[in-house]
């Protein structure tokens, strides 16, 4: 029996892996979710199934209880969740993986001869700098994210929060938790672990309150990173082989794509791992408002007729058709044009939507073909011999002060050459600046032309129109 324990781990490993490697498409993203399911459920099987017949019975009074509450609230969520809130999601299922590894090292802490790690006031000093390293990363993340899911979802401002001498104070609580570890490593101190655990839970809102708003999905990324490597820690003090292979999937690909949304947006890794970036001219940009400089503004009819009239369009989607859910009648829109031997192509920003893979969900869930979906990196040239660029509720990833004011905080940022196109149709509430605070440039562009109004409303009444009114 005891052999076949680290069996049905390794394949719960493998699926993980064949997970992982699915999710990188959006043609085998299903597949890839399929295995990740079928991993977790072997996974839980043999936990709760053959790992108690080798370590000594266990109750399941409470394992029920939790299995049962965990599951109902995890299908209420999913039941009622908008694609647009998951950014704040998972920043909140984060901090749930955060919590746990420092309750999970504290209870091993105090119980080590339920654990195997050896007896109270002489646990094995390998299992010291686990449990104690589990819980400072575990420490950060929660609390970071709780930070990140409060600005995500508005219910603080999502404004860098910036004070003296911030980084030094940060820098000098990071040196000191290394210290701390250390310190009980030596002599398993009591209060050595519980001041390890206040500092490391302040540092981790230290580390999030000075990052601004338009920064918020490449923090995501790493605590997604951060709980990763908690878990793995933790894993080593369960001496759980399932649990530190998982963690490093999850700490090595959050790592992995933290990098390249820093890529994406002209950001260094670095900064965000120590929580310095986000805050510098962001206030200045935001304040130069477009004043009195007109725009040209059009309508649903206008737009129909330069589109029906176009050899080739690209569509650019982004956070405001996902608040919109414009996604359905986008795609009948983009029939319609095909249907007049128009091309028609999406382009994608790598953060569109706040998160990685954002907007290629929203537009699979239409059914837009995945051939008629690119990356930034296949198209950006493209734009330059495009008719019409229909811009939907995409803002700074296509603003061109990312390229021409280096005071902007989105400066250096790659950006969707949208400006190169012939005409510009773009579609938004208002004038009001997005997500990073600053006027687009685009809206006053001479070869841009406003559509005012809610995304999904517009874009149904442009189908109507190209449709002849029927």
Known sequence: MSELIPFSYLVSAVCFILALRGLSSPETARAGNRYGMAGMALAIATTLVLLPRVVGEVSYNLIILGLVTGGAIGAVVAARIRMTAL?????AFHSLIGLAAVLVAWAAYLEPEAYGIGMAGAIHAGSLVEMSLGLAIGAITFTGSIVAFAKLQGLVSGKPVIFPLQHPLNAALGALALVLIGVFAFNQSDAALMTLTVITLLLGVLLIIPIGGADMPVVISMLNSYSGWAACGIGFTLQNPLLIITGALVGASGAILSYIMCKG???????????????DGGAAAADKGGGDRPVKAGSSEDAAFIMKNAASVIIVPGYGMAVAQAQHALREM????????VSVRYAIHPVAGRMPGHMNVLLAE????????FELDDINRDFGTADVAFVIGANDVTNPAAKTDPQSPIYGMPILDVEKAKTVLFIKRSMASGYAGVDNELFFRANTMMLFGDAKKMTEAVVKALSGGH
Not at 366 to 373: E, G, H
């Open 334 to 341: 983009a029939d319609l044009l095909k249907a007049e031997g």
């Open 366 to 373: 239409a059914n837009v073909p995945y051939d008629d979906v």
């Open 87 to 91: 950014p704040q999601l998972v920043a």
């Open 265 to 279: 947006m002209n950001r260094s890794i670095f900064n965000v791992i120590l929580g310095g970036f986000g805050g």
